[in-house]
């Protein structure tokens, strides 16, 4: 039977991991996933890395990610920093492609409180300010709440808003908000200093033309961020001034994910008239495809079946259903 192992990296530990691994691999695990300690509500006073430790554990497990034993995968978790390391070590690694990020809170990912509390990331205690189910509905905070907003438009302060990594990485928002109250602020836990003048300018985003915003208006909207940051990072790597349904199309290809990024059937007026049945039917493939896609690679990388699957699928089955009622 297929299994991953999970562990808390500490102080005490740190030493061990080595051993870790190495028992890990020959036990035969898919995976081993790291997790970095995130010292808020009821961890706030328990023993963490300090900066030093948490980049020097993350170097040894960059190192390790690019020769793991026996084809294990070896990640990094709770610790956006991870890819910044990863792409200090090898630019060109597998893992900086396409749309990753070093953290999915608020664009990717949200947490619901037993009270109703709507929050970007389940380290993110609710306060007075929280928005709650009560009061509005998931799509609309999803979409119009003020913290989310903030973190798929970030504009940090401290040390974050001079790095040259904060596409990539964006540091720990958690941590930033339970030490400063400022979910924007700099991550205290990340000991990179930024490159001097390295983002004195602000960066230049690609431009969308007409038609590839009209594309990327299809995609469900809780994919949308994901999918526009990481065109625009594609973009910005190849000195492209200008995202268009080709480049789209390129990334797509290169990704190997059929039907998220471009959505068949937008094309032209005539295609566009075929109904909201062909519409339905449409996105029901298309989440289809996206659940299939998804449990395929979580099957590869020996990776525990997570929640997003069975929400494709489940949304597929009711878009198609209900695109052929029409």
Known sequence: MDFQVQVTVTRENRGDLPAIIDFSAKAGAKALNVFFLV???RGQNMTDLG??????????????EKSSPHGMMVRARCAPHFLRVVSMHNPENSLLK???SGCIAGTGYLRISPEGYVT?????PPSNGSSNLGVASLKDIWSNDHLFR??????YNGKCAQCEFDRICGGCRARALATSNDAMGEDPWCAHIPKEGKKDAAPVRPVWTDVAQERLSNIPSFLRPMIRSGLERYAKAKGISEITPEIMAELKNKAGVQGLVQMEGTESKTTRSRGRGAGKQLIGVTFLSLGLLNAMFTLKGGMEPDAFIYVFVFLGV???MAGLRK
């Open 39 to 41: 010292c808020t509500g």
């Open 51 to 64: 900066p030093e430790e948490y980049e020097e554990v993350l170097n040894y497990l960059a190192a390790v």
């Open 98 to 100: 396409g749309n990753t």
């Open 120 to 124: 970007p990331c389940r380290y993110m």
């Open 150 to 155: 903030s973190l798929r438009e970030p504009v």
């Open 318 to 320: 009711c878009f198609l």
